[in-house]
């Protein structure tokens, strides 16, 4: 039966209709976790279901400049099509937008009729189906943090931060959100049923965190890339800007996208808890710490994905750019919060606001995975303010040293699969080799008047 024939589609159908929708919006995330998308109308949904959406494979190859980057696959095979089919089991009125439903599309290369290797939501099947191998079910829970920008017509950047209050992290209302942003904006995630818990105002002016719950490691991922779509079209339709870009001002810090880990077993069990063990954490626990460590400099290409990423580094950031872990240490990499039992998990914190939620996620996981199965220790613990480097290693400075740790790590890049590395890799060393060849304005203004 074809899907213009299913039942199932048209109670989709008949229920959009009864609800007043009449477009609906399938999107899906490119390798930087940007959504691509196409507007189907009401009518035309069964043979978007029943024949998929044609998009060029070299959507996943375009950067945000709009240059296509030669990745095997793109240019060289002459451009080929990727079909998007809807999944309509994601589909959510938006309510800022009446009359358009959104759902996410599944991702196949029409010559094989298997997920497209480049597809970040297929590569975290992939890594999901591999835990499942094992009796693991990751749960991830999701923290974003992100920037506010109003116009500033005649700045050299065209934007200044919409608040330059100071000391007001951990507030909410008008103290530092004059025109209550943040309110309205979870009201209209939470009608947008993508599982938002609360929000504040962050460490710097203009800059707010948003949680999302915990769910399943996909649901997670899914609803984080619609929280960042969301917020950023949000902000356009107020002629602002939302960037979760991971340093956008020199004289602020950086914008983090903290992973909270934790495993079920087939039961729903939590199988980090451990009264008996060391730490409270069972010996699954204290292992995928051990994989994270030793898989972080690979990771840290998925996790700081830009060439920006860097520069929310460093000293006294409270960016972590040591590779270590502590108990309910926030000066530690991988953070494992003092809740016990249920609530036993690990904060990951190494991550920025930029990275694709897709990739940060399937990497964390796979790293975790690999440490539960070598089985082995961590090193102690991290006692007292960290960010030293006599006691710990330090991460990739720069994002092609991180890249060249993920070409390095071939058991990791063997569970992120061999084509997706290769089409990450070729992707971004064009963006380094492309900043390498840019004038900046600091460049200008440090050596153009004495030079």
């Not at 290693?393 to 070409?407: F, G, K, N, R, V």
Request: proline share 7%; hydrophobic share 40%; aromatic share 8%.
């Amino acid at each position: 039966m074809s899907a213009s024939d299913s039942p199932s589609v048209r109670r989709y159908q008949d229920r959009l209709a009864a609800e007043g929708v009449d477009v609906v919006r399938v999107t899906y995330p490119d390798l930087i976790g940007t959504d691509r998308a196409r507007d189907v109308l009401l009518e035309h949904l069964p043979s978007a279901c029943d024949h998929g959406l044609a998009f060029c494979r070299a959507v996943y190859h375009t950067s945000p400049q709009g240059d296509v980057v030669p990745v095997a696959g793109g240019l060289d095979a002459g451009l080929p099509d990727i079909c998007v089919r809807p999944d309509l089991d994601t589909l959510v009125s938006l309510p800022w937008e009446p009359g358009v439903a959104s759902c996410l599309g599944d991702v196949t290369d029409p010559a094989t009729g298997l997920p497209a290797p480049e597809s970040p939501r297929d590569l975290l099947r992939a890594v999901l189906d591999r835990c499942r191998e094992h009796g693991l079910h990751p749960v991830i829970g999701p923290e974003l943090e992100y920037f506010l920008c109003e116009p500033a017509p005649g700045s050299p950047r065209g934007w200044r931060r919409y608040s330059d209050a100071r000391g007001v992290v951990y507030t909410a209302g008008l103290r530092a959100d004059d025109d209550n942003h943040l309110l309205r904006t979870l009201r209209l995630l939470r009608a947008a049923d993508l599982g938002v818990s609360s929000g504040n105002h962050e460490f710097d002016g203009g800059q707010f965190e948003i949680n999302l719950t915990h769910s399943e490691a996909l649901s997670a991922a899914d609803r984080a890339f619609r929280f960042k779509s969301a917020v950023k079209e949000l902000a356009r339709k107020e002629g602002r800007l939302a960037t979760f870009m991971a340093k956008p001002f020199n004289d602020a810090g950086g914008s983090g996208f903290h992973l909270h880990l934790s495993c079920e077993d087939d039961d729903g069990g939590n199988v980090f808890d451990d009264p008996a063990a060391p730490y409270g954490l069972s010996a699954t626990a204290r292992h995928a710490v051990a994989g994270i460590l030793a898989h972080t400099p690979a990771l840290a290409a998925l996790a700081n994905p830009t060439v920006n990423s860097y520069k929310r580094f460093g000293p006294d950031t409270l960016a972590p750019w040591l590779i270590d872990w502590g108990l309910d240490n926030r000066s530690a990499m991988v953070r494992v919060p003092p809740e016990r039992g249920a609530g036993s998990r690990l904060e990951l914190r190494l991550g920025d606001a930029g990275a694709n939620p897709y990739l940060l996620i399937a990497g964390t996981v796979a790293a975790a995975l690999l440490g539960v199965l070598a089985g082995e220790e961590p090193p102690a613990p991290l006692d007292g303010y960290g960010y030293d480097t006599d006691r710990s290693a330090m991460l990739p400075a720069t994002l092609s040293a991180a890249l060249d740790a993920l070409e390095a790590d071939t058991a990791l890049a063997g569970v992120l699969g061999k084509d997706f590395t290769a089409s990450y890799l070729t992707y971004k060393r064009d963006e380094v080799e492309r900043f390498g060849r840019h004038v900046t304005d600091w460049e200008f203004t440090e050596y153009a008047y004495h030079l």
